[in-house]
């Protein structure tokens, strides 16, 4: 499944998988490409959650969030 990617930089990343019939939204950070790496945040199973969660830790919103463009790899 694709996931959402942050309007603003582009770096804040949420995947969704769907394990066991529900679904596990993971919020990474992805860093520059000379530094290589992703930085795991955190994994919750509902969008309310997610909501909280990046509320938390990051400067974004859900509404700062689009969906991932097609064929972008992670």
Known sequence: MR???????GRWQVSV????GRYLYRLAYRY??????VD???EV???AALERL?????PVTLADLRE????RAS
């Open 32 to 37: 520059h490409g000379d530094v290589g790496g």
């Open 54 to 58: 990046l509320l938390a830790r990051t």
């Open 17 to 20: 998988e769907r394990i066991a």
């Open 3 to 9: 996931g959402w990617v942050c309007v603003c930089c």
């Open 45 to 47: 199973g509902t969008i």
């Open 68 to 71: 991932r463009p097609a064929g």
């Open 40 to 42: 795991v945040l955190g």
